[in-house]
């Protein structure tokens, strides 16, 4: 059987490259290519729609118009993350593979949470990511065995959700008058977020906060 795969990443290069040297694969088929997450849902929707199931209310095409979606981290208008919660929310039948160049540990646990049941890094060898692809349609998990291991050691993201709002804020460049009226909150309250975060974060100011909890992949 022919593994149905969608490919989302914001690098057209990139995008093709993977596409291109999975479908090289004697098994696997690339249908679909996408530039965002918001983008690879249109596409998932799209190719429900143009199905060429007898029946176009069919339940089992409707929720996996793909076997897998491969899906980066990093992308414009709707990141790998949210995409991953969107797609096996609207689409379980899809599983996810996130392939990203940012191998943080953060990332991977909160790709986990999301739905996500692979998870590896671009550098790796095509063999690998077509094995992964294979393992996470029969329904396994496909994760990088040292990143797997360094997440163990880190732990999960001490911020809790409105402070990584507030430091993703802050990552834009944002006041505290204007991420209090972007996120609703008082200035007060916006203030609070920081301080805790930066407590948290061991960090001397709200930008060095949001730096290092990039660089740990909890935003």
């Known amino acids: 059987m022919t593994i149905r795969v969608l490919v989302a990443d914001d690098q057209a290069m990139i995008r093709g490259a993977l596409a291109g040297l999975l ?8 249908v679909a290519q996408a530039a965002d997450g918001a983008q690879a849902i249109e596409e998932l929707a799209r190719l429900v729609g143009s199905s060429g199931s007898s029946d176009p209310s069919d339940p089992a095409r409707a929720s996996a118009p793909v076997d897998v979606a491969i899906i980066d981290v990093e992308m414009p208008h709707m990141d790998g993350i949210t995409a991953t919660q969107a797609i096996r929310s609207r689409f379980p039948g899809v599983r996810v593979l996130i392939v990203t160049t940012f191998g943080r540990p953060g990332y991977l646990q909160r790709a986990l949470d999301a739905g996500a049941t692979g998870f590896m890094v ?23 065995q040292s990143l797997a291991l360094e997440a163990l050691s880190t732990g ?4 809790t959700e409105r402070e990584a709002d507030v430091l993703r804020e802050v990552e834009g ?4 008058a204007d991420i209090a009226r972007s996120l609703g909150l008082s200035q007060g ?5 920081v301080s805790s975060s930066m407590l948290k974060m061991d960090a001397r100011t709200r930008a060095e906060a949001a730096s290092l909890a ?3 992949g909890w935003l």
Do not use: C, F, Y
């Not at 309250?189 to 977020?193: I, K, L, Q, W």
């Open 173 to 176: 460049g944002g006041t505290i």
């Open 214 to 216: 990039r660089a740990a």
């Open 156 to 159: 999960s993201s001490p911020l």
């Open 189 to 193: 309250t916006v203030r609070n977020h």
């Open 23 to 30: 479908d090289l694969e004697h098994d696997i088929e690339v």
């Open 122 to 144: 671009k550098d790796a060898p095509v063999e690998t990511l077509a094995d992964g692809v294979r393992t996470v349609a029969a329904g396994g998990r496909a994760i990088d």
